[in-house]
């Protein structure tokens, strides 16, 4: 496998944390009431895509391989976590 080849391999591996985390930052300003904005929406949703990231490799190491359904559950819940503590766990 060549270099460019291994380049798309893991940009498609991280592809669903990517549409996730941006997925969640940008849902959070629509149904989170409105109150003191601590980051912006690409800095919340780059933390999304890390914490995302992390829950798919965690699958791949622990599975052995990728595309199961309970790293797929773990990124999702991972995004919404994070996203709740960025929104709502800076202002306590």
Do not use: E
Request: charged fraction near 10%; include cysteine; hydrophobic fraction near 60%.
């Amino acid at each position: 496998m060549g270099p460019l080849d291994l380049l798309i391999q893991v940009l498609n591996f991280v592809a669903p944390a990517l549409f996730v985390a941006v997925v969640v930052a940008l849902a959070s300003r629509l149904f989170v009431r409105k109150g003191p904005v601590t980051l912006t929406w690409w800095a919340q949703a780059a933390i999304n895509f890390v914490v995302g990231a992390a829950a798919l490799w965690l699958g791949l190491w622990y599975f052995g391989n990728d595309g199961k359904m309970a790293t797929y559950t773990a990124l999702v819940a991972g995004c919404a976590s994070s996203q709740w503590f960025l929104t709502r766990g800076w202002r306590h």
